[in-house]
């Protein structure tokens, strides 16, 4: 019961990593907002925990439009009091294919979802974590092809180094502040995301960018346990990281 009591907003959590997320911090007594794109999903993961220890909101907001991510935070704040965690886990992937034949839209839609939707939250995250003064932590989702090539993802690949990227330039902004912020970056775990994009490539596995762990993907809830740790008093001290979390898939020094 780490977090009984503490408000919580959480991007993308209607499916996959970020349901697992939602899940966890409510486990543990917090008080979760969080939104997505279809409402039937947020509706059902609200009902699924309604005998948890904390509680689960969900509110319908698009990342990639400034005002609607501003007004799912603004709501989530107003209600709370204010805000003391925020994971920014709303994300894309895309169809494979190599750097020149990818698609500009989908390469467009992509950063602005995985890239500008982090922006966009953490500008808003942050104003209400000054505002209240009291520090926060932020914790933001990557992928282990933040840390290297990802051949056949190209755009998936640059918009998760964009992720650490602002997570690094920005935990040196608001560090005197109290504001932690940090990066996950999980290898394959069992999502819907990881479903889509096994069917993409049709068993070729030349094509699967990152590369399988052994014991094969993660289950997400594991993967969530550190997303917990990061914004744990636990974790007091650190901040500008990037946490591999992949079951040495990578190389990860």
């Not at 092809?145 to 918009?159: D, N, R, V």
């Not at 902004?173 to 394959?188: F, K, Q």
């Not at 744990?232 to 079951?247: C, I, L, P, Q």
Request: charged letters at 20%; hydrophobic letters at 45%; one cysteine or more.
């Amino acid at each position: 019961m780490r977090f009984e009591g503490k408000s919580i907003v959480v991007t993308g959590g209607t499916s996959g990593f970020g349901e697992s997320i939602v899940r966890a911090f409510v486990a543990e007594g917090a008080n979760v907002w969080f939104c997505g794109l279809i409402d039937a999903e947020g509706e059902r993961v609200v009902a699924s925990l309604k005998d948890a220890p904390g509680q689960a909101f969900y509110r319908h907001a698009d990342v990639r439009e400034e005002p609607s991510v501003h007004a799912f935070i603004d709501a989530a704040a107003g209600q709370a009091g204010g805000i003391d965690i925020a994971v920014n886990n709303a994300g894309i992937s895309h169809k494979a294919a190599r750097f020149a034949d990818q698609d500009l839209a989908i390469v467009e839609d992509v950063w602005r979802t995985n890239v500008m939707g982090v922006w966009h939250a953490m500008r808003r995250e942050i104003h209400h974590m000054l505002q209240a003064g009291r520090g926060g932590a932020i914790v933001n989702t990557a992928s282990i092809l933040s840390k290297s090539g990802a051949e056949w993802m190209t755009a998936y690949g640059m918009s998760k180094h964009a992720v650490v990227g602002i997570t690094k330039s920005a935990a040196m902004d608001y560090a005197a502040d109290g504001i932690r912020i940090n990066a996950i970056s999980p290898g394959p775990m069992r999502t819907p995301m990881l479903d889509r994009a096994l069917a993409d490539i049709g068993g070729d596995m030349s094509k699967f960018a990152g590369g399988f762990p052994k014991g094969g993907p993660a289950d997400p809830a594991v993967v969530a346990r550190t997303v917990l740790y990061l914004a744990s008093d636990e974790a007091a001290y650190m901040t500008g990281a990037n946490v591999v979390v992949d079951g040495a898939t990578s190389d990860t020094i």
